[in-house]
């Protein structure tokens, strides 16, 4: 029985990396669907894969968060996990893909679910951009603000695994990956071959995969005049062997195991063992 992935909208569902791939069930916003139905989705869900693994950007429209807390806590369930992503909207579904992928082998479903947390500081998610007057997800130089009003300008934007801006010229490099990866990208309103050309030979990335733009790029972005791109390992023998890697714990409130210092499906944080307190000496010995 396959964990069930679960994502909140279409564009995070990106093709699958072979025929073998499972997609991923797309949730309705609280606009499209009435609680009841919802309640029925999760339901069926746990029932036919036993456990549900929900992951959304943590841009997500507040009602839409608030509809996927209340489902779970209506049902009292600990088989549903919900996990909001920091990445920009198209490395959330790179990641997304990721976890079908995985939920293929014989990781049990809570270090499925945490395995999310770790799999996100191998990917590389930027953009380039028009302009950066309205990015608020990084610093931004008064430069590069100003910068944005001269026609033609571009940016390449990291903002994981961490922040980076550049202003795009001939011999601009943007420091990428040290592992072999395939590079996803999106476009906006904007047209270069900047992202497919020059970056994917500055990182040496194996293979280019073209998506649709997520509906919420732009506004996570600050523009529409974009071209989106997450560039993640490739190999699911790779991917598998980066999460065996790692410790596995009980989580001591629901019974599941987990990688990392908390439970994805009850949150319950790692139990660390206390040590020992120091023994004090007879000060007159």
């Known amino acids: 029985m396959l964990t069930a992935i679960a994502v909140t909208s279409p564009e995070l569902v990106l093709p699958p990396a072979d025929r073998h791939t499972p997609?991923?069930?797309?949730?309705?916003?609280?606009?499209?669907?009435?609680?009841?139905?919802a309640l029925t989705t999760f339901?069926?869900?746990?029932?036919?894969?036993?456990?549900?693994?929900?992951?959304?950007?943590?841009?997500?429209?507040?009602?839409?968060?608030?509809?996927?807390?209340?489902?779970?806590?209506?049902?009292?369930?600990?088989?549903?996990a919900l996990l909001p992503v920091g990445l920009p909207p198209l490395a959330?579904?790179?990641?997304?893909?990721?976890?079908r992928q995985l939920s293929l082998g014989d990781f049990s479903p809570g270090?499925?679910?945490?395995?999310a947390r770790l799999l996100s500081h191998y990917i590389h998610a930027g953009a380039l951009l028009a302009s950066v007057a309205r990015l608020d997800r990084m610093p931004v130089g008064l430069a590069s603000h100003l910068g944005s009003w001269?026609?033609?300008?571009?940016?390449?934007?990291?903002?994981?695994?961490?922040a980076r801006l550049v202003r795009v010229r001939p011999d601009t490099t943007l420091e990428g990956p040290g592992f072999d990866t395939r590079l996803t990208v999106a476009g906006g309103r904007l047209r270069s071959d900047w992202v497919t050309g020059t970056l994917a030979r500055q990182w040496r990335v194996q293979e280019v995969q073209d998506a649709r733009l997520p509906e919420d790029s732009p506004?996570?972005?600050?523009?529409?005049?974009?071209?989106?791109?997450?560039?993640?390992?490739?190999?699911?023998?790779?991917?598998?062997?980066?999460?065996?890697?790692?410790r596995r714990d009980l989580c001591h409130w629901c019974g599941l195991e987990f990688i990392g210092d908390r439970c994805a499906f009850c949150s319950a944080p790692l139990l660390r063992p206390e040590l020992p307190a120091a023994s004090h000496g007879d000060p007159n010995r």
């Open 23 to 37: 997609t991923a069930v797309v949730l309705q916003p609280p606009a499209r669907q009435e609680l009841e139905a």
């Open 92 to 99: 959330v579904a790179v990641l997304v893909r990721q976890l």
């Open 43 to 80: 339901q069926v869900l746990v029932e036919q894969h036993g456990y549900v693994i929900a992951l959304y950007p943590s841009s997500i429209d507040r009602d839409f968060a608030r509809r996927l807390h209340t489902v779970r806590s209506v049902m009292e369930s600990d088989r549903i």
């Open 150 to 162: 001269l026609p033609g300008t571009r940016y390449g934007v990291l903002a994981a695994p961490e």
């Open 111 to 115: 270090v499925l679910a945490s395995a």
């Open 219 to 246: 506004r996570w972005w600050g523009t529409g005049k974009l071209i989106e791109f997450a560039a993640a390992i490739r190999d699911p023998v790779m991917l598998y062997q980066l999460v065996a890697s790692v």
